[in-house]
């Protein structure tokens, strides 16, 4: 390790990777857009461009300050090899992990998911060519292997497998979460159409993609299909549609009360998470009752979208679930004291 590679140095590199994605040209784009939907056919050019945004807007300088600035010592007497075991359900959704090992001053061994190489492989090779220093740093390997920690996401299938293998090491393993929006009745049309985005965007592939609604009356549902009209580009995806048609078929075959819009399915249910093209909801009468439910559900549960009226703590406004900064950690577990405590 180079002990002259600082924390300054290391979050330059980062600003300028931001700078290279703010500048990448339209045939850059076009090529390394095809690589990646030919490994993942839900990776469109719309969820692609917005995935490299959100990592631009996450590289900003002053954002990497504040993040920053919440930790006393970023650089390690002892550098760690961390293993990153990183999940392929939305475009380049392990950066954050990459991002905060390589700030940390720890090494990030990276097994990729064979559905989301392309983009993760193009961001290393751009980071290495703005700072070489990088390059003994980030190791891609097929196998982690004895590593001084893990971090994990996945399944909660694939949540289990982590734990057995790497249980004995430091780690930090997600599992399956989602996210909900609570309407309290007295949203505005362009709330509803906001909250389209955390429905839609990534086609609600993601855990924080809004996949139930809490409603005070089914007349609220009416209102919200309403104003996801413009969200209808959904249906000409034909692996969004297929689910689509295919959960539809079962509601109709089964005589299961729903609503429909012609692209997404509304149907009443106690569970959380709901199939592609399906979003569940649930009507309830008391928010103190509704808090203390969500309360319960608390480890199942990403992101709360809502009003400020609502009494959550950390409740999103409508449409910023997927406009995450650096602070706003996966489950809510501090990735940069987790790596920080290594070093103890």
Known sequence: MNSDFTLSDRISAFVQLGIRISNLLEDEKFSLFRQAENQNAWFTQRSMEQALEGIRVMLDPQALERWLAAYTSLDPTSPKQIGLMLSGNIPAVGFHDLLSVLISGHTACIKLSSQDAALPLWLIQELKRIEPRFSDRIQVEDML???????????????????????????????????????????????????????????????????????????????????????SWVGNHHKYFNNYEYNKSIYLVNRTPHLDNGFLLLKESSDLVSPIGVLFYEIYSEEQELNMKLKDLDSKIQCVVGTTAIDLPGVIPFGQTQCPQPWDYADGVDTLQFLGALDE
Not at 158 to 183: C, D, Q
Not at 194 to 213: H, M, P, Q, T, W
């Open 145 to 231: 292997k004895n590593k001084h920690a893990y971090i994990a996401t996945g399944s909660d299938n694939s949540a289990r497998y982590f734990n057995y293998y790497f249980g004995k090491y430091p780690h930090l393993i997600r599992s399956n979460r989602t996210s909900i929006a609570i309407l309290q009745g007295d949203e505005s049309t362009a709330d509803l159409q906001a909250l389209g985005k955390d429905i839609f965007d990534y086609f609600g592939l993601g855990c924080r993609n809004v996949s139930k609604v809490f409603v005070k009356n089914q007349g609220q549902l009416t209102d919200l299909l309403d104003a996801l009209e413009s969200f």
